[in-house]
């Protein structure tokens, strides 16, 4: 796990607001009080409640996820682990299992992917609470809650940990946005096919089926 030094204290509400990409002052947890909360009390919160949680610099902080977004993460993760069990490659998991990506720090990716290289024994599910491997592709469908501020700020958090491949889907765009790097990306359009890479290789996936259900619903 990369080592990681952050500031836990916060002069002002709008300090912390900022620090946190301006997201919803009403998805943070008051107790523990922000910059004091730590892992078991993340995984005492989702034992508890129905809701899902990050912690972030110390701070509880609620991910929003409607049914729309989590249909498509669904889907997403569905043929992701498809083709990930056919081909042996790895484990996929939901937005349900906390990742430690540094200290201090627990995403939960809407989908990840990790390959059996990277978990602590070869070929083996470990069962800790808050996963200690970082995926090797992490799947994030931007919900209406989500500000720009924040998915820049997870996304170097994912870079920085050593995800190798990040998928960001729009479903107000229809797009999918893939990065390689934190400068290297490119925009798909419903008019592409999404390939898993160096990450799934042989993986492809038309974007237009990604969305096809939101399609048929809309319409």
Do not use: C
Request: net charge neutral; aromatic share 6%.
């Amino acid at each position: 796990m990369p080592a990681r030094i952050t500031k836990l204290h916060f002069e002002t509400v709008a300090e912390l607001l900022k620090r946190l990409g301006g997201i919803d002052p009403a998805r943070i947890r008051l107790d523990p009080p922000p910059g004091r909360a730590k892992e078991k009390d993340l995984i005492n919160l989702l034992e508890r409640t129905d809701r899902l949680y990050e912690l972030v610099d110390g701070v509880l902080v609620e991910k929003v996820m409607g049914s729309p977004e989590s249909g498509l993460a669904m889907l997403i993760g569905r043929l992701i682990g498809n083709f990930a069990e056919d081909h042996d490659l790895g484990m996929v998991y939901g937005a349900d299992n906390p990742v430690g990506l540094m200290p201090r720090l627990v995403r939960e990716p809407d989908v990840s992917f990790v390959s059996w290289d990277r978990l602590p024994v070869r070929g083996e599910e470990p069962g800790d609470p808050i996963a200690k491997w970082t995926p090797d592709l992490a799947v994030e469908v931007i919900s209406k809650g989500n500000t720009r501020e924040e998915m820049v700020r997870k996304l170097t958090e994912y870079f920085e940990a050593g995800v190798r491949l990040v998928w960001y889907v729009d479903p107000k765009k229809r797009t999918v946005k893939v990065f390689t790097s934190l400068e290297e990306s490119r925009v798909l359009t419903e008019k592409h096919t999404l390939d898993g890479g160096e990450v799934l290789p042989g993986f492809t996936l038309p974007v237009k089926k990604i969305f096809a259900r939101q399609r048929r619903k809309n319409g």
